[in-house]
C-alpha cells in the first residue's frame, strides 16, 4: 500500500522525511516505533488482527496536535504527527523539571535551576526541548533545552513511553473494535479525525471516541502479564500503574484542550468529546477496573485517583487554563450532569457495539441512527 497517495495523508502534510530531524526527535520516534511494534505484537497474539502487517504506522509531517486512523484496501494505518510526539515530550520534560511536580521527588536536592512557568501551544509543539543535565562549558549546549536532574529525566522517559502507548492503542482500539465500518455505514467516512465534523448524528462520533478510549484501557489492563496476576508485582508498583494511567491520560486530553481552544458547549459540536468528558469517563472506568480485580484496596484507588488528578492540576494552571476548568476547588466550567446523562447514554450504544455478530451489530447501529434522527 503507497499511503503517500492517500488523500488523507496528503491533506495531513504527507509523511514526515526522518533523515533530518534532530536527535532527540530520532531518539523519541524509535521509542514510538518500538511501542507500536510491540503493539502489534499483543494484537497478533490475542489473535485481535490476523497478520502483524495488517496495521502500519505513518508519522506525519503536521506541526498541530493529530492522531487518526486511515483505511486502504485491506490495511489499516495508524497515523501520529511529529506535533504530537513533540509537545507530549515537551509538556513532560517542562513540567517534570519543576520540583514543584511530584515534591520531594528523589535527588530534588540537586535542582537549582529555573523551570518555565507558562507552556504555550507554539512552545509545545515547536521545537523537541533537550533535556540538559549541566552541559560541561566546552561543549555547546542546544538552541532549546531545560535543565533537569537525572531522576526527573528518567521519570520523564518513562511517562513519554505511557503517553505514547496509550496513543497507539486508542487508535488501534479504532480498528479492532471495526469503527470505520460504522463510519462507513453512516457517513461513507474511513478515517477518524476532527477536522471533518458531520452535523449527522453528531453524538455517535463523540461515543466511538470514548469507546476507543475505554477499550484501549480495558485491553492495557486485562492483558497486562503483570496483572493477570497482582500479587506477583509489588504494592508500590501497582498504585504506581493506577496513578500512571490516570495522570498520562488527563495530560493527553489537556494537550487536546488546549489544541481546540474553545469552551465546553462549543467542543460539544465537534466529532471528539470535549477534553475533559473523556477523562471523566477514563477515571471511573479505571477505577471500576481496579475494584473488580481488586488490585489496590478502596482507600488506595481514592487516593491515587486524587494524586494524578491534583498533580495534573497544577500543570493546567501552567497551561492557561482558567479556574475551574480542569483546575480549582469546583471544577465550575464542567457540566457534570451532562456528563452523568452521557454515561446512561452511552452505555446503550456500547451494548449494540459489543455485538459479536458485526452484521446484526450494524443492523441495530442502523437503526439507532434512525432513531436518534
Request: aromatic content about 12%; charged content about 25%; some cysteine.
Amino acid at each position: 500500500m503507497n499511503w503517500n497517495t492517500h488523500f488523507r495523508i496528503q491533506q495531513s502534510g504527507g509523511i514526515l522525511e526522518e533523515s533530518a530531524l534532530p536527535e532527540i526527535d530520532a531518539n523519541n520516534i524509535e521509542d514510538v516505533k518500538t511501542l507500536f511494534s510491540k503493539l502489534v505484537q499483543r494484537l497478533l497474539n490475542d489473535e485481535l488482527i490476523d497478520n502483524a502487517d495488517d496495521i502500519d504506522l505513518l508519522l506525519i509531517d503536521q506541526q498541530e496536535i493529530a492522531a487518526f486512523v486511515v483505511k486502504g484496501n485491506q490495511k489499516h494505518a495508524i497515523c501520529l504527527s511529529i506535533g504530537t510526539i513533540r509537545a507530549v515530550w515537551n509538556l513532560l520534560l517542562l513540567s517534570l523539571a519543576d520540583k514543584e511536580t511530584f515534591l520531594n521527588y528523589p535527588g530534588d536536592d540537586k535542582v537549582d535551576y529555573e523551570v518555565a512557568q507558562r507552556f504555550t501551544k507554539e512552545l509545545l509543539t515547536g521545537p523537541s526541548i533537550t533535556p540538559s543535565l549541566h552541559y560541561p562549558h566546552d561543549f555547546e549546549r542546544p538552541k532549546v533545552y531545560q535543565n533537569i536532574t537525572a531522576e526527573r529525566l528518567e521519570a520523564v522517559g518513562l511517562l513519554y513511553n505511557a503517553i505514547i502507548d496509550y496513543i497507539l492503542h486508542h487508535e488501534a482500539m479504532h480498528i479492532t473494535r471495526q469503527h470505520p465500518s460504522y463510519f462507513n455505514a453512516l457517513n461513507n467516512e474511513t478515517f477518524i479525525d476532527e477536522t471533518t465534523i458531520k452535523q449527522k448524528a453528531l453524538q455517535v462520533y463523540q461515543f466511538f471516541e470514548i469507546d476507543a478510549d475505554l477499550a484501549a484501557l480495558g485491553y492495557n489492563i486485562t492483558s497486562h502479564p503483570e496483572f493477570k496476576e497482582p500479587a506477583a508485582i509489588t504494592e508500590f508498583e501497582r498504585k504506581d500503574f493506577f496513578f500512571s494511567e490516570l495522570f498520562c491520560y488527563v495530560l493527553v486530553q489537556q494537550l487536546f484542550d488546549l489544541d481546540t481552544a474553545k469552551e465546553i458547549n462549543s467542543q460539544l459540536k465537534a466529532c471528539h468529546p470535549p477534553p475533559v468528558f473523556r477523562a471523566m469517563f477514563f477515571s471511573n472506568l479505571l477505577r471500576q477496573y481496579f475494584r473488580k480485580y481488586a488490585i489496590i484496596a478502596e482507600e488506595d484507588i481514592f487516593d491515587q485517583q486524587n494524586k494524578a488528578w491534583y498533580e495534573s492540576s497544577r500543570i493546567a494552571v501552567k497551561l492557561g487554563f482558567p479556574e475551574g476548568r480542569w483546575h480549582g476547588s469546583h471544577m465550575n466550567d464542567v457540566p457534570f450532569a451532562l456528563i452523568d446523562q452521557w454515561v446512561d447514554e452511552f452505555n446503550v450504544f456500547q451494548e449494540m457495539i459489543d455485538i459479536e455478530d458485526q452484521a446484526e451489530s450494524l443492523r441495530q447501529f442502523k437503526a439507532y441512527l434512525d432513531k436518534e434522527q
